[in-house]
Nanobody, 124 residues
Framework: RVQLVESGGGSVQAGGSLRLSCLAS????????MAWFRQAPGKDREGVAY????????SYADSVKGRFAISHDSAKNTVYLLMNSLKPEDTGMYSC?????????????????WGQGTQVTVSS
């Protein structure tokens, strides 16, 4: 099983940017799904974005479309989440995970492996 380590979180003002990283060890890129999730206190965990590594297919939650971008660097075994124009409602614990894949879609309800997460706090 792979191990995932997130980094890049922090505290920023609204309108600022952060770039999160998810480093995978013992991971093979071959039509695999990688996803970013977030969870705010008192709220359910929600899927933010995913990428199918082999086909470079990406998908985003409506709440972050146009502001966030997911990408990967196969040589570094790392998936990134670039977050621009951050809003207070983006505040939460951000985690990456591998997930199942079906018919070209990453199944966010079926994660395989989780990282520990990195905190993102956006102030007004």
């Amino acid at each position: 099983r792979v191990q995932l380590v997130e980094s890049g979180g922090g505290s920023v003002q609204a309108g600022g940017s952060l770039r999160l990283s998810c480093l995978a060890s013992g991971y093979t890129y071959n039509n695999d799904c990688m996803a970013w999730f977030r969870q705010a206190p008192g709220k359910d965990r929600e899927g933010v974005a995913y990428i199918i590594i082999s086909g470079n297919k990406t998908s985003y939650a409506d709440s972050v479309k146009g502001r966030f971008a997911i990408s990967h660097d196969s040589a570094k075994n790392t998936v990134y989440l670039l977050m621009n124009s951050l809003k207070p409602e983006d505040t939460g614990m951000y985690s990456c995970a591998t997930t199942a894949e079906l018919d070209g879609t990453c199944l966010l309800s079926a994660p395989y492996t989780w990282g520990q997460g990195t905190q993102v706090t956006v102030s007004s």
